[in-house]
């Protein structure tokens, strides 16, 4: 029988997944006053679509709160929310004045995983929302900061790319494994590959990606131009025109293409005003062989310029 460590997290977030245990017999529900239940300090969410929340406000109106929320006492007739605070900030703005609840005993610790792996359950969530859960749930695991857990990955990384075999055996990789199988979104293979450098993305291309505006493969393309304001302005086309990652690579070679014409005419111009200089100051006007063969190069470049 596997143990309690060993419950999956796959599947619909429910709570014998979210606590990792086998136990049936859940806390019951009950209705509690929603002044009594407060967020907690560090909250795994931080992107609330509008659309999405005023869809939820909608299905609140007609339906009520149909799953109820997941609290913990903290004393003094007060709760800390767990999870569903998109049906918590829905209530408050439908001004519900109790809504139903399931309480678990539970530490800090333990709430806080709990909500990241809740948070990561859900179909909504956009990819830096995603990778941030990811890293912070296995820095819980892992007992160290999210900085850390980064650099364990691209060790993993660079030990299997050198290795070139995925089989790992030291503990802190052995850990991240499991929680990326335990997960059941991706393998840490293409996480590290194709999400990490997600929070190194440049701020403009980074809000866009968090509101869901842009998708991440378009996004990390579009960062790879180096000129700010021709990659705002492809960001903001992207997004205006729906392009499409081939449309925009296209747009990204067209980009580079310019530069490089602009950086050839500006040495050429650079260059043609260095020899003047170097002209002015040398001796070929003694030289009257020199002279005649500089005359011929003034009459050539004077051509090609009428031309």
């Known amino acids: 029988m596997p143990s309690k460590n060993d419950q999956p997290y796959k599947g619909k977030a429910n709570l014998n997944v979210l606590f990792g245990d086998d136990e049936t017999d859940e806390s019951p529900e009950k209705v509690l006053s929603i002044d009594s239940i407060k967020l907690p300090a560090s909250q795994p969410r931080r992107y609330f679509d509008a659309q999405a929340m005023q869809s939820l406000v909608e299905s609140i109106k007609a339906d009520g709160i149909l799953q109820p929320l997941l609290v913990r006492p903290l004393g003094n007739n007060l709760y800390e929310l767990i999870a569903g605070e998109r049906r918590y900030r829905a209530a408050h703005e439908i001004g519900l004045k109790e809504v139903p609840v399931t309480i678990r005993e539970l530490t800090e610790q333990q709430a806080l995983r709990i909500a990241l792996v809740e948070n990561l359950q859900r179909e909504d969530l956009n990819p830096v929302e995603e990778t941030e859960g990811i890293l912070e749930l296995l820095s819980h695991h892992l007992e160290c900061s999210t900085d850390d857990v980064s650099k364990l990955l691209y060790r993993m990384q660079n030990d ?3 290795t070139n075999d995925n089989v790992i055996i030291q503990p802190e990789a052995e850990t991240v494994i499991k929680v990326f199988e335990q997960l059941g979104k991706m393998g840490w293979e293409s996480f590290v590959s194709n999400r990490l450098s997600l929070l190194k993305l440049p701020e403009d291309i980074l809000e866009k990606l968090q509101e869901g505006k842009i998708e991440y493969t378009k996004a990390r393309a579009i960062a790879k131009v180096k000129d700010e304001k021709s ?22 070679a067209a980009i580079k293409t310019g530069t490089t014409e602009e950086k050839a005419e500006s040495g050429l111009k650079n260059q043609i005003k260095e020899a003047l200089t170097k002209a002015n100051k040398s001796k070929v006007w003694s030289d009257p062989k020199k002279q005649k063969r500089l005359q011929k190069i003034l009459t050539d470049l004077e051509a090609l310029l009428v031309t």
């Open 160 to 162: 299997v790319q050198r």
């Open 231 to 252: 990659r705002k302005d492809l960001l903001e086309t992207a997004i205006l025109e729906n392009l499409s990652l081939t449309q925009i690579k296209e747009r990204i």
